[in-house]
């Protein structure tokens, strides 16, 4: 495999990995979660940065919102929290110079 793709994959882990302990970290009610917010734009720009598809950021984003161990939020606010966190990552790949 190609170091520079190598690299490449082990950043992107690394901010999946941020991502799933930021969302570990939401409380009930947590409405803005600005710690998930940044996690997710820096995965969102750093996909951009490395040509990820876009639709390859979102499989990635839901997988991560869907497979965490949420249960102590609630169904309908974990369905909330992995719309946002797809807003927040598509906001972010296509404009990944604006603060989030």
């Known amino acids: 495999m190609d170091e520079r793709r190598s690299e490449k994959r082990g950043a992107l882990r690394g901010l999946v990995s941020a ?5 570990l970290a939401v409380r009930r009610g947590d409405r803005e979660a600005p710690q998930l917010r940044m996690a997710v734009s820096a995965l969102a720009v750093e996909a951009h940065r ?6 390859r950021l979102l499989v990635v984003l ?5 497979g965490c161990a949420l249960e102590h939020v609630g169904f309908f606010e974990r369905l909330a929290l992995g719309e946002r ?3 927040w990552g598509i906001a972010s790949y296509y404009r ?3 603060p989030v």
């Open 19 to 23: 991502l799933y302990g930021d969302l």
């Open 50 to 55: 490395v040509d990820v598809p876009p639709e």
């Open 62 to 66: 839901k997988r991560v919102t869907e």
């Open 85 to 87: 966190c797809v807003q």
């Open 96 to 98: 990944p110079d604006e």
